[in-house]
């Protein structure tokens, strides 16, 4: 069964850097796409990041872009997110979500798994 | 950019059908497939509905996407209590290369 657990939120004061984890089991972690995508309270989904399987092809959100960095690790099955430069508006349920393989496809494919998400909360 | 436009609420009765729109433009809905998600509140988004049509395995047939120019629509026939949700669509963008949502509509029933 596939599961997805992220890890690393809380608490952190305008201006901080966290960093999110995400540990992947019961699938072939290193043959997968995978994606951030957070949820602000009572909001819509906004998609952040997505790495390619082997880490070639990084896109980043224009809202992140230069304050936040994707990586993975493939022998950990561990995705991650470095967080720099916290805003207030960035607090939301981040969540780590694969992408579907698609065989031959030219642009990334849907999210077919999700995590439970984490709660970043950016305050002073 | 500001995301792709969904209403916000949208509701119907037992047995109903319920159509959800969801509008962008020529380089997201207009040349990608469009998908939708369901979210139950206080837990993860699920896949509802796949490159504009195709509904994964478990997802059942009441449940069914379309796609006309840069529109889409999930439509939901036979509502059911238990598909009182937010719904949020979802299209990759060439101009920006990014994945782009709606805002999510939320779907009572009444």
């Known amino acids: 069964e596939v599961h997805l657990a992220e890890s690393g939120g809380g608490l952190v004061q305008p201006g901080g850097s966290l960093r999110l984890s995400c540990a992947a089991s019961?699938?072939?972690?290193?043959?997968?796409?995978m994606n951030w995508v957070r949820q602000a309270p009572g909001k819509g989904l906004e998609w952040l990041s997505h790495?390619?399987?082997?880490?070639?092809?990084?896109y980043y959100a224009n809202s992140i872009k230069g304050r936040f960095t994707i990586s993975r690790d493939n022998a950990k099955s561990s995705l991650y997110l470095q967080m720099n430069s916290l805003r207030v508006d960035d607090t939301a349920v981040y969540y780590c979500?694969?992408?579907?393989?698609?065989?031959?496809?030219?642009?990334?494919?849907?999210?077919?798994?999700w995590g439970q998400g984490t709660l970043v909360t950016v305050s002073s | 950019q500001s995301g792709l436009t969904q209403p916000p609420s949208a509701s119907g009765t037992p047995g109903q059908k319920v159509t959800i729109s969801c509008s962008g433009s020529?380089?997201?809905?207009?040349?990608?497939?469009v998908y939708w998600y369901q979210q139950f509140p206080g837990t993860a988004p699920r896949v509802l509905i796949y490159?504009?049509?195709q509904r994964p395995s478990g997802v059942p047939d009441r449940f069914s996407g379309s796609k006309s120019g840069t529109s889409a629509s999930l439509a939901i026939s036979g509502l059911r209590s238990e598909d009182e949700a937010d719904y949020h669509c979802?299209?990759?963008?060439?101009?920006?290369?990014?994945?782009?949502f709606g805002r999510g509509t939320k779907l009572t029933v009444l």
């Open positions: 020529s380089s997201n809905i207009g040349s990608n497939f």
């Open positions: 790495i390619s399987d082997i880490g070639t092809t990084i």
């Open positions: 979802a299209a990759w963008d060439d101009t920006l290369s990014g994945w782009l």
């Open positions: 979500a694969r992408g579907a393989l698609v065989p031959g496809a030219i642009r990334p494919n849907w999210f077919d798994s």
């Open positions: 019961g699938f072939t972690f290193s043959t997968y796409d």
């Open positions: 490159r504009n049509n």
